[in-house]
């Protein structure tokens, strides 16, 4: 990439998106400051201005991402009528968001590479997303469509459950993921429902 200008103030952003193409494109194999520097079109020590290394540059990615699906989700959520329907709207967006940000949603259930313990806006910003889930399950709850014992493990279930991350390339090129082989977002969603609404047959 030949080298661009660019104010100072904008350069966190412009090695932010340099990282989320190499991501994208290459893998999270790929990033590092020196070659996200390249990728930038700016000189290998410029991103020490905002980085210290690279799981701090990783961290602000993640964090970036959780702040959009926060973001996403919350709209959601206000735009839903019932609270079942906010589940569904919520489970929409999930999919929706892994689609359309695929570099963002790769890092950000990475915390070994984010190191959020290191980086509490990432942890924060993850924490923030959540509680949209949290709370929406609460109010599932409140409404008898959930018992009340089971909400918590619900929730993290959910969160953390591989429906979506491997069907949208976990692994290799995110590219591959996007082939007409895929499933698309309405069967993602109905495979997360199903997955999500079957232990709470059994347990309600």
């Given at each position: 990439m030949t080298r661009t200008?660019?104010?100072h103030g904008a350069l966190r952003d412009t090695l932010l998106a340099a990282c989320l193409r190499l991501i994208e494109t290459e893998g999270i194999g790929a990033v590092s400051l020196r070659r996200v520097a390249r990728e930038a079109g700016v000189n290998t020590g410029a991103p020490y201005h905002h980085f210290v290394d690279r799981a701090a540059l990783l961290a602000a990615l993640s964090t970036q991402g959780f702040q959009l699906l926060g973001n996403e989700v919350t709209a959601?959520?206000?735009a839903a009528d019932t609270p079942l329907?906010?589940?569904?709207?919520l489970a929409e967006t999930y999919v929706r968001f892994s689609r359309e940000h695929p570099g963002?949603?790769?890092l950000m259930f990475r915390p070994e590479l984010s190191q959020p313990d290191k980086h509490p806006d990432a942890m924060d910003a993850g924490d923030d997303a959540f509680t949209v889930l949290a709370d929406t399950v609460a109010?599932?709850?409140a409404a008898g469509?959930?018992?009340a014992d089971k909400a918590d493990t619900i929730a993290v279930a959910w969160w953390g459950s591989p429906t979506v991350s491997p069907r949208c390339g976990s692994t290799g090129n995110w590219k591959s993921a996007r082939s007409s082989s895929a499933p698309r977002p309405p069967a993602l969603v109905d495979d997360i429902l199903r997955t999500f609404t079957a232990p709470i047959a059994l347990i309600a």
């Open positions: 200008s660019y104010h959601a959520r206000a329907h906010a589940l569904t709207a963002h949603f790769r109010d599932c709850v469509l959930l018992p």
